[in-house]
């Protein structure tokens, strides 16, 4: 679990979450879009955080993926913090399983989770001015344990 001013490496987080037990690793990447709702020419984001609310929260959706998915390997959670520019990339999530339909499970449940529960604020910066981002809503709690897999998901193992 990260927050950091630094630049996210994809090339990192798949260093340290490929293992030799896990045959999957899905990852997902947020990067900063050139609109937003109702905002055309988006050229940047800064983003903010809440820094130790935010980590205990990140550490607390690893902990609750990791009890939904046992087998996961290997969770990451990283978001930048400060200035970005379109095409950066904003949030990295990684998930390492043995087999892919739990890797991507996780992965989907741990980027939604971290969207609606961690304090992290963006202000964008557009052609025709800056203020907050237009998606603000209150911050949730982080569920103690993930809603069980589909049986979708199960027979895609």
């Known amino acids: 679990m990260a927050l950091t001013s630094e630049v996210l490496t994809v090339d990192d ?13 899905a990852l997902f990447l947020g990067t900063v879009r ?3 709702e ?15 609310s935010a980590l205990d929260r990140m550490a607390t959706i690893a902990t609750s993926a990791r009890g ?8 990451a959670l990283l978001h930048r913090t400060g200035l970005l520019r379109v095409t950066d990339v904003s949030v990295i999530v990684a998930a390492a399983a043995p087999h892919r339909a739990e890797a991507f499970d996780a992965a ?5 989770t971290l969207k609606h529960t961690v304090p992290i604020w ?36």
């Open 108 to 112: 989907r449940w741990c980027i939604d």
């Open 38 to 52: 109702g905002r055309a020419g988006v050229s940047s984001l800064e983003y903010e955080a809440y820094v130790e």
């Open 122 to 157: 963006k202000r964008e910066t557009w052609d025709a001015g800056a203020g907050w981002g237009t998606c603000a809503h209150d911050v949730d709690d982080v569920p103690l344990a993930a809603p069980p897999p589909t049986a979708d998901a199960r027979e895609a193992g």
């Open 34 to 36: 050139d609109h937003a």
């Open 68 to 75: 939904t998915w046992p087998e996961l390997g290997r969770v």
């Open 13 to 25: 987080v798949v260093a340290w979450a490929v293992r030799p037990d896990c045959g999957a690793l």
